[in-house]
């Protein structure tokens, strides 16, 4: 079996799976069983002054019959006293020691609030701090979450005020609620961040009540915007710990946080960059035991893979990462139907005839209906074999270039050479 230790910025954990800050870490009760469960670490949900929270305060989106692949939120950081947060707090790390406990913290923008804060959390055994700059609601209204997130000085000098007072990690969590998401990063690496973790949830609204006219969920009849998280923001999420990753401006370790379900989840994250991954959603859906599939699924891939230790698979795609401009322009695929698995629905000619090259032609076999790429008009865009209901049907295989790789950004600098 692999070592599935990890250790992010000086936090230990005895695996990368934590639990985010969020509903499923509100209590002492909930921490304490999720680390029975198998769960290597848990960021506290955010402490602060608190606050006053609605009812309803949560809807779904379900999308071709799977249920939550999306999540909306307008719940807002702990409504639980200080002191009993801090009580619990105290309480679990003593009764789990091994395991990672980080404190989620969100404030006014001003100095002496963050340090009194981390004095305060510091003093009951926390493992590490996480400073929330990416709640989109509530508390943006207010001047504190992605409000602050979004303007790189405030994050710089934030994060640089906590780090004042500080004697165990920073972690400054991002809002994608902005342009690029590498600016903050930068700012907070800037402000002496220990490391990063992104993303937040994005700012949304659920859905509409096509009877009531209401928005999901609503307050009485009113409705406001959310934070927006689960399956369908993963690509989002995978995408900006990418940027970071290979952005040498970020050089600090990242805590992976979007849309992660299962295992394979969260070795692409670890891949793309990211030593853990936390995990919000798909614990609310399914319950804590899920940690178990995961830390088993890992454990298994690793092994598969001849490596020794999960901190062995930090970022090994980041290479293969670039930007559109470096890609081989002459590099070529096409699609390959196979007959003898084809069930003949048809899907990739009418979606490659309506809406791609017109490149797969229909014809008949005797009585048989057959299918066949026509290889010279193919752009190799995947499409028929992403609509493609059966595995094996359609293949996208490698055909040789006959003239050298050469990339845009190439070409573009040949092309300014030979123009002088």
């Given amino acids: 079996m692999a070592d599935l230790r990890i250790n992010l910025a000086g936090i ?25 469960a198998g769960w ?9 002054e608190p606050i ?68 305060r959390v510091e003093d009951v055994g926390v493992d590490g701090l996480e400073l929330n700059f990416g709640c989109p609601h509530g ?6 979450g992605s409000a602050s997130g979004q303007v790189p000085e405030l994050v710089e000098k934030q994060t640089y005020w906590v780090k004042e007072a500080a004697r165990t990690p920073v972690i400054v969590k991002l809002t994608p609620n902005i342009t690029d998401i590498t600016v903050t990063a930068e700012a907070a690496t800037r402000g002496g961040a220990d490391a990063v973790s992104m993303i937040n949830t994005i ?22 915007h959310g934070g927006y998280c689960g399956p369908a923001v993963k690509p989002i999420a995978l995408n900006m710990v990418a940027e970071c990753a290979r952005n040498p401006l970020v050089n600090v370790p990242i805590s992976g946080i979007g849309g992660i379900s299962n295992w394979q989840d969260a070795a692409e994250f670890i891949l793309m960059g ?28 690793l092994d598969d893979k001849g490596l020794a230790s999960v901190m062995d698979l930090v970022g090994r795609s980041v290479q293969r990462y670039s930007s559109w401009g470096d890609l081989d322009l ?12 084809c069930i003949n629905c048809n899907k990739c000619h009418i979606a490659c005839e309506d809406t791609s090259h017109q490149c797969i032609d229909l014809y008949t076999e005797g009585d048989r209906p057959m299918l066949k790429v026509r290889e010279e008009d193919c752009v190799g ?40």
């Fill in 274 to 301: 990211a030593t853990g991954v936390q995990v919000c959603t798909a614990a609310m859906h399914h319950g804590f035991s899920i940690v178990e599939d995961m830390v088993d699924g890992l454990n298994n891939y």
């Fill in 52 to 119: 006053l929270n609605v009812s309803s305060r949560f809807a779904a989106v379900s999308f071709n019959g799977q249920r939550v692949a999306g999540f909306n939120n307008i719940e807002l950081i702990t409504d639980r006293p200080l002191e009993v947060n801090l009580q619990e707090i105290y309480e679990t790390k003593k009764r789990f020691p091994n395991h990672a406990i980080i404190a989620s913290l969100m404030v006014e923008p001003k100095q002496e609030k963050w340090h009194e804060i981390v004095k």
């Fill in 40 to 48: 290597g670490g848990a960021v506290w949900k955010t402490l602060g």
């Fill in 139 to 144: 508390m943006a209204e207010r001047g504190m």
């Fill in 12 to 36: 230990k954990s005895p695996n990368p799976f934590w639990l985010a800050s969020a509903p499923p870490t509100n209590s002492g009760y909930q921490v304490q069983r999720a680390f029975e």
């Fill in 330 to 341: 002459n590099y070529k695929i096409v699609a390959e139907i196979n007959n003898d698995v």
């Fill in 381 to 420: 865009c995947n499409l028929c074999s992403i609509v493609c209901p059966v595995d094996g049907a359609i293949t996208m295989v490698e055909r040789p270039s006959t003239i050298p790789p050469m990339t845009w950004n190439e070409r573009q600098a040949l092309l300014s050479s030979l123009s002088k």
């Fill in 203 to 224: 700012n949304s609204l659920a859905g509409v009540d096509l009877d009531s006219w209401n928005t999901v969920p609503n307050v009485a009849g009113k409705g406001a």
